[in-house]
């Protein structure tokens, strides 16, 4: 098989979804060996997740690397060109589903030992502290902004070629920062494949005593990722970034 950027967004995905759940399945399901490790663990892995992503997505055949496609949608508005906006979602969708399945697989004897449904749910899908769609999509937006602009600010344009030996540390630095500095208000989806992928693959799986997926709340991490998508490519675009 030939490497290819659909390939390559889709197994960086799988990557990316495979290490960062993986990260909160082992904090929050019972009887692992990170049980109650605390929100520092999940950030942290989240950050390295993203990083090894971006390397895997590299390898498989996307300069581009997205893995997301709020950033897919940002840099196709800043640029205006959308050539790769239907491909790479689709691509990303996949990477999603396949790679919150192997959490479940990975962690296999844990769901059964865990009681908690919303413990469950967690190691899929993003659920806000505090209930409030409202403020919790405008979580979402700025979260996803910074992101945006973050990523601009690491591109190549501005970092020549250093970008491309510490533009995935950066990244992971910049994720790191949004998870500790926003996250905790909605859990930072920031990525729309990161949760809606994940949780169909939360209710079609076979997980023990799992509960619903709270899909009421579902359009949240999907919509408010890519509204501060919009706005973080106009402002790309319009500052030249």
Not at 49 to 66: E, N, P, Q, R, Y
Not at 179 to 196: E, F, M, V
Not at 214 to 227: N, R, S
Request: hydrophobic letters at 50%.
């Amino acid at each position: 098989m030939q490497t290819s950027p659909f390939l390559g967004e889709l197994i960086g995905t799988a990557v990316l979804l495979l290490l960062g759940n993986g990260v909160v399945a082992n904090v929050v399901l019972k009887q692992t060996k990170g049980e109650s490790a605390g929100w520092i663990v999940i950030t942290a892995g989240w950050a390295f997740a993203v990083t090894m992503g971006v390397f895997v997505a590299k390898a498989f055949g996307s300069i581009d690397a997205h893995l997301n496609p709020a950033v897919t949608v940002a840099f196709a508005v800043a640029t205006n060109d959308y050539t790769n906006v239907v491909p790479y979602i689709l691509a990303q969708l996949i990477g999603g589903f396949l790679g919150a399945t192997l959490v479940w697989l990975q962690y296999y004897p844990h769901w059964a030992a865990t009681p908690d449904s919303a413990s469950k749910l967690a190691c899929f899908a993003t659920g806000p502290a505090i209930r409030n769609l409202g403020a919790n999509f405008l979580s979402e937006t700025l979260a996803t902004i910074v992101l945006i602009i973050g990523l601009a600010g690491i591109s190549s344009k501005n970092l020549g070629e250093l970008a491309i030996g510490v533009g995935p540390y950066l990244v992971g630095i910049l994720v790191w920062s949004i998870g500790l500095s926003l996250g905790g208000t909605t859990g930072y989806a920031i990525n729309p494949a990161r949760d809606l992928s994940p949780r169909l693959a939360y209710t079609i799986l076979p997980i023990p005593q799992k509960g619903g997926s709270d899909w009421g709340y579902a359009w949240i991490p999907v919509l408010g990722p890519l509204a501060g998508a919009v706005i973080g490519g106009l402002l790309i675009r319009f500052f030249t970034l």
